[in-house]
């Protein structure tokens, strides 16, 4: 297994799926309609103009078995130490601890970045995330009750954060 990082034209394809299998068949994404290879051109494309990395890791094979990434928690100057994180990982290669890896990589890049605090919004019926975060150091700063519907249910949304001990001189403006 190994860390790359991800591009459009190697991996989309791959996330894609990771994405649309979220999508269709779990509250992980709160997303009714699967994605397109368009809507991959823009989210890469966002990604390279923040500046926010794509990692994945991949088998001996070549296959992604998984990918995180992280992004604006908002889009106000203030919060510019804040970023907000996904990770996925591909049905067949659940379980196996790639998602920790993926997690522990990306905590990593965000302190090299001089990012301050990581979120992680979690479907709170999201036991196995939730342990993975909490597990990270992760701590529960609130849930959302009902912010959701999905399935036929209400669904709550919890939120973990992180905080870094980046950046040394934080600045205003």
């Known amino acids: 297994m190994q860390i790359i990082?991800?591009?459009y034209e190697r991996h989309a394809a791959a996330i894609l799926a990771i994405f649309n299998d979220a999508i269709l068949?779990?509250?992980a994404l709160y997303d009714y309609q699967a994605r397109t290879m368009e809507n991959m051109v823009s989210w890469f494309k966002n990604k390279e103009l923040g500046n926010y990395p794509v990692?994945?890791?991949e088998n001996e094979s070549g296959e992604l078995m998984g990918f995180a990434s992280y992004g604006s928690f908002r889009a106000y100057p203030a919060n510019k130490y804040t970023l907000e994180h996904s990770v996925y990982?591909?049905?067949a290669y659940r379980g196996q601890g790639i998602a920790q890896t993926l997690m522990q990589h990306l905590i990593a890049l965000a302190q090299e970045q001089n990012y301050h605090t990581l979120i992680g919004s979690i479907d709170a019926s999201n036991l196995g995330s939730?342990?993975?975060h909490e597990k990270l150091g992760f701590v529960h700063a609130g849930t959302i009750r009902h912010a959701g519907f999905k399935?036929?249910?209400w669904l709550d949304l919890a939120f973990y954060q992180l905080l870094l001990p980046t950046?040394?001189?934080p600045i205003d403006g």
Request: proline share 5%; glycine share 10%; with cysteine.
């Open 5 to 7: 990082s991800c591009s």
């Open 55 to 57: 990692i994945g890791l």
């Open 89 to 91: 990982v591909a049905k």
């Open 167 to 169: 950046p040394r001189q």
């Open 130 to 132: 939730i342990a993975l």
């Open 25 to 27: 068949h779990s509250t």
């Open 151 to 153: 399935f036929g249910d």
